[in-house]
């Protein structure tokens, strides 16, 4: 069995026509709701994709049995009929010329990060009267942030939803922007594994404060949504919509709503009381990963390291990672077992252990400052969040890292929140009654919040261990090559960086390009064992 350019190129072209006529509408819609007034460059455009089992079926080989099991993913579908519109801040639907608008209501949204600001934003947009609360002070007056500081990187999930409410241009100005990976070995050596070679697409280094500090800034433009900061949520009844808050002052400050929406972190006060109910399923997972920070400072004004890249230092079972800061800083990132913390008693030890793994580092770091870093806090924990249902009735919902906190390897727990609000949006945009949009919600969405959880634990790995193999870089090189020269193929970083595909689609991608991969391997290698025995029986029998 051969394959050719041409071949795959007529298998492409077949698997396509076979997907129009069994449905015209089949394309993966990445497109959010058209809102009168903005550029057309914040209305993201339709990508088309091709499905796996008719390139398969294409090349002659027969499908797989797992592929068969696998529905077409909710973002294909066809267009619908009815036209979303927005109209003085409420977004309604337009059905056969008449306009409907949707209801207001008290949207109550307990957490002011990057994901419940978002999400105040778009209930505000749809005419909702939005209360914020925040048991931290404003992020904008903080001296100091609390709470974990790791630099973000930025992908079209997040970049998409931040088009949605015209701040993209904004975020990216002063972004900047990660070409590829930066391999840095125990002898002080450097190689480039670029993300996209092809299309030259790449993530963006944002600061998470920066981020916070500009889509606040957008909240308090609306008059309908209220900040309410050094609130905490103490005590919530979901059923009655009613919630009490303690202040900076310790007084109880009681509150209703409508629909309380939980974007308060990995400990989400709102998820334990879903908890509670019937019905709702939770699993958490601690690795045995901790993660220290340090920085590398800027030398002379400016970057000590080449700039556009995430570098990485792979240790096996240990790395350190750096991404660039808007002051010409990098933000480090030391993830190593906690045994191996443990082990590190005094400055003799620390100083010992970085000449041996990080010896280019330690320069750009400086002794005095790592050690100061290292031991002025403990290591902190990891955690990875699985449950299900987002939703209570039509009274409550969970969105971003209370719904599915993730290790922050793979660089989507800010998408991926961000993504839950667009899919959020479009949803109750079709004005169907609150109760059913949520269980639609809880439905296109756990089974993605599922892959990318486990998408982010495999490439710990992949970023510790497996990018200073050659298994890897022959692998990256095959897809860079296979994505360049066909374009339904398309690399698993680049289906979860680059593009809307849902999660659960770029894992079941990837699998039947492995599967593919492994037929074309293997038919290759019986066909250079053959052909040698053929050369040598005749040149010596």
């Known amino acids: 069995m051969s394959f050719s350019t041409a071949a795959f190129n007529v298998a492409l072209a077949r698997a396509s026509k076979n997907t129009r006529n069994a449905n015209p509408g089949y394309r993966c819609l990445a497109t959010p709701l058209h809102l009168v007034g903005f550029p057309q460059q914040h209305q993201t455009t339709t990508d088309s994709i091709y499905c796996p089992s008719d390139i398969i079926f294409g090349l002659n080989i027969s499908p797989a049995s797992w592929l068969a099991s696998i529905p077409p993913p909710s973002s294909f579908h066809r267009r619908l009929s009815t036209r979303t519109v927005m109209s003085q801040g409420i977004i309604s639907q337009e059905v056969n010329g008449r306009q409907e608008e949707g209801r207001r209501r008290r949207v109550a949204i307990v957490g002011a990060g990057l994901v419940g600001s978002l999400a105040a934003l778009n209930f505000a947009r749809m005419g909702n009267h939005v209360d914020l609360y925040e048991y931290r002070e404003d992020i904008r007056h903080a001296a100091v942030v609390q709470g974990r500081s790791i630099n973000l990187a930025l992908s079209q999930r997040g970049r998409k939803a931040l088009a949605a409410v015209g701040l993209e241009e904004k975020i990216l100005a002063t972004a900047i922007p990660m070409r590829g990976r930066m391999l840095h070995d125990a002898r002080g050596n450097t190689s480039v594994v670029l993300y996209d070679p092809c299309t030259k697409q790449c993530l963006y280094s944002v600061g998470r404060r920066q981020l916070n500090e500009v889509l606040l800034d957008a909240c308090d433009k609306f008059p309908n949504i209220r900040c309410h900061f050094k609130h905490k949520l103490t005590s919530a009844k979901l059923r009655e919509g009613s919630m009490e808050f303690r202040n900076a002052n310790d007084d109880v400050i009681a509150a209703q709503a409508d629909l309380i929406v939980g974007c308060d972190g990995a400990f989400s006060s709102v998820r334990q009381q879903l908890v509670r109910l019937p019905g709702f399923n939770y699993s958490q997972e601690y690795i045995e990963t901790g993660y220290l920070e340090l920085c590398i400072p800027s030398k002379s004004g ?24 808007q002051d010409k800083s990098f933000t480090v990132t030391l993830s190593m077992p906690f045994e191996v913390f443990a082990k590190i008693q005094n400055q003799h030890d620390l100083l010992a252990f970085f000449r041996l793994n990080y010896p280019d580092a330690l320069p750009l770091i ?45 660089g989507q727990g800010m998408n991926a929140g961000m993504e839950d609000v667009t899919l959020l949006t479009d949803i109750l945009a079709k004005q169907l009654p609150l109760d059913e949009a949520l269980a639609q919600f809880t439905e296109s969405r756990w089974q993605d919040a599922f892959a990318i959880c486990d998408l982010a634990m495999y490439n710990y790995v992949e ?51 492995d599967q593919l991969l492994k037929r074309v391997s293997g038919a290759t290698l019986l066909a250079v064992v053959l052909a040698g025995g053929a050369f040598y029986a005749q040149r010596f029998l």
């Open 463 to 513: 970023m510790r261990d497996l990018t200073k193999r050659w298994s890897f870089r022959l692998r990256k090189w095959l897809d860079t090559l296979l994505f360049r020269l066909f374009p339904g193929w398309i690399p698993l970083y680049n289906s979860v960086s680059f593009s809307s595909m849902p999660y659960s689609q770029c894992i079941a991608n990837r699998k039947w390009q």
């Open 302 to 325: 400016d970057f000590q390291m080449p700039a556009n890249y995430l570098h990485i230092w792979p240790r096996n079972s240990f790395m350190m990672i750096a991404l660039p800061n």
């Open 366 to 410: 400086g002794e005095q400052q790592l050690v100061k870093d290292f031991f002025k806090t403990r290591p902190q924990h990891l955690v990875s969040i699985k449950c299900r249902p987002y939703h209570y009735a039509d009274k409550a919902l969970i969105l971003g890292d209370a719904a599915h906190a993730m290790v922050p390897y793979y």
